[in-house]
């Protein structure tokens, strides 16, 4: 996919563009992105998007579904292959309608928008799609999918109901970071875990013990803070299963496939390691969500 943060970097071409945040390109998304590719051939399907977050920037708290990486990640993997990262601040809220579509539409090429039929931009959320079928541009409004919503799956995963989640998503819930350096205990157990640092704005799950899929291997993942050694830090840990080699300073998408167990501590490392054995049982045993 090629990546744009500026309108010039995008050849100007005729365009169906579709608008909006996209945070964890769930099936709501997709349904956008597939109205995008069905238009005219003689348009390019292309995404314009916003990073950070709109809703960070104007001072709410969000937990992100996706690092921006992972976004354009599952926007190529549906289909996309050119989009414009449009840098949200303060300023781009204020703009008017008209001042985007000049400053970031027109540029491109863009002959006809789509997006879902609630989203809203620029100054006191005036801009919609009628706002933009009057300045001339052909519109695709996309009705939403019922119950599915990135805050809905946010929601979900703050329980730990990753089967649910993946549901809304069309794909199993994830957790992304880069593998740095731990306890080491997992080894000294007989279990050696990659430890995901992991960015804050991200959203992580409940607490617990997940059963999910990393590196092309099965993974038991404990999140939580190690009760058992008192621990008081969140940890994000995965044991991939028959995995050899280094994973240090690697970036690693972990998939959750269905949450097994509360994390707790045990009477001893014996009962411990009796437990962790089980996990890795259900973790053979058990099947992708979607």
């Given at each position: ?137 052909g519109v695709r409004p996309v009705e939403l999918v019922p119950g599915v919503s990135s805050t ?139």
């Amino acid at each position: 996919m090629k990546v744009a943060r500026a309108p010039a970097e995008l050849e100007r071409r005729p365009r169906a563009v579709a608008l909006g945040t996209f945070d964890g390109v769930h099936l709501g998304h997709r349904r956008v992105l597939e109205v995008t590719r069905a238009g005219a051939p003689e348009l390019e399907p292309t995404v314009v998007t916003f990073w950070p977050h709109p809703r960070i920037v104007l001072g709410n708290e969000v937990g992100l579904l996706t690092t921006l990486d992972r976004r354009l990640e599952l926007l190529a993997d549906a289909g996309i292959e050119e989009a414009l990262v449009v840098e949200f601040t303060s300023e781009l809220a204020q703009m008017q309608p008209e001042e985007f579509a000049e400053e970031l539409l027109r540029p491109l090429g863009t002959e006809v928008v789509v997006a879902g039929t609630d989203f809203r931009f620029g100054h006191g959320r005036r801009g919609d799609l009628d706002v933009l079928e009057q300045l001339g541009f052909g519109v695709r409004p996309v009705e939403l999918v019922p119950g599915v919503s990135s805050t809905a799956i946010r929601a979900l995963l703050r329980d730990g109901g990753v089967e649910s989640a993946a549901r809304l998503l069309g794909r199993p819930a994830e957790v992304e970071g880069t593998v740095v350096s731990g306890d080491a205990r997992g080894g000294t157990l007989g279990y050696p875990t990659a430890n995901l640092g992991v960015e804050p704005a991200l959203l992580v799950p409940a607490y617990g013990i997940y059963a999910g899929w990393a590196e092309w291997h099965r993974a038991a993942i404990s999140i939580g803070t190690n009760p058992h050694y008192g621990g008081h830090e969140r940890r994000v840990e995965a044991f991939l299963l028959d995995f050899e080699g280094d994973l240090y300073g690697k970036r690693l998408i972990v998939q959750l496939w269905r949450r097994l167990r509360d994390e707790r501590a045990f009477a001893s490392e014996e009962e411990l390691v009796a437990q962790i054995r089980c996990d890795v049982e259900a973790t053979e045993a058990a099947e992708p969500p979607v």
